[in-house]
């Protein structure tokens, strides 16, 4: 008897370790996303409002004043950009992304996927650690930018994929990451990096606006700012989403630990009272033998 409480001991004691970890996780995390929070909210509607100005001047634009940025060609070899984390222990928030990405690989790019045409850019140490053991072809070159998350390093990012489908080393670019909405909830998404989709056409007549400078060289001044923004966007966008997750994620695991810990105490007085009964019966026993 005195082994089982010992090994009860032990647990409640683990458990109990275990949750004030969880509690500075979360905590940690709880601060991280304050930060990443603003961060995305300043900047989602910049970008957001760069991308529907372009695409509209992109829309009604003649020639390829984009340096073909903009033109759609038979798809034969495709490029993802997924946006993951680092670390674990943030929920479902990776695997969501990567199943997101295998999901619209074999539904769309399946033909290309069977010809080793689909190349993975990962963003994020967990997206590589999963597609390199996929056996994906990869672009390896980023996937540490989150130890030293800057503009500048995302820039490169954008430039490196931009060059790449200018030089037709890809036909199709795809941008996967996590929306965030609050610390409880991500959208996770899928959109069109290159070439630039163009701004929908609706059944009203379009403006006749008067460029200064010309359209052309709006086009070339905007275009690699939009691409910039477009993944820099996702990357904070996944930043918030993944301390959110954690946050959330590390408070259930408070919850279950306390839960655990309540369920173990009582294992530990019942064993505890029955050691007690048992060491009474036994005194009890043994005075009424000895008074026999």
Known sequence: MSGQLKEVRLRIKSVGTTQQITKAMKMVSAA??????????????????????????????????????????????????????????????????????KSRIKEQYSEQH????????????????????????????????????????????????????TNKEFDRVELVYSKFKNAATQEFVCEQHLPIPKAKKTGTASLDFIFEPSKEVLIQELMPKLLNTQIFKGVLDSN???????MTAMDKATENAEELLKSLRISYNRARQAAITTELTEIVSGAAALQG
């Open 114 to 165: 069977k010809k080793g045409n689909v190349t993975i850019l990962p963003l994020g140490k967990k997206g590589w650690e999963n597609f390199q053991k996929a056996g994906y072809p990869l672009i390896e070159n980023f996937w540490t930018i989150f130890s030293d998350l800057s503009f500048e390093n995302v820039k490169a990012v954008a430039e490196h994929v931009r060059k790449a489908f």
């Open 32 to 101: 991280k996303l304050r930060r990443a929070q603003d961060a995305i909210t300043q900047m989602r509607p910049y970008a957001e409002k760069l991308q529907e100005m372009l695409g509209n001047i992109i829309a009604s634009a003649e020639g390829s004043a984009d340096g073909g940025l903009s033109i759609e060609r038979p798809i034969e070899k495709v490029l993802f950009i997924i946006v993951t984390s680092d670390r674990g222990l943030c929920g479902g928030f990776n695997a969501n992304s990567i199943k997101l990405v």
């Open 240 to 246: 918030a989403s993944e301390h959110g997750a954690r």
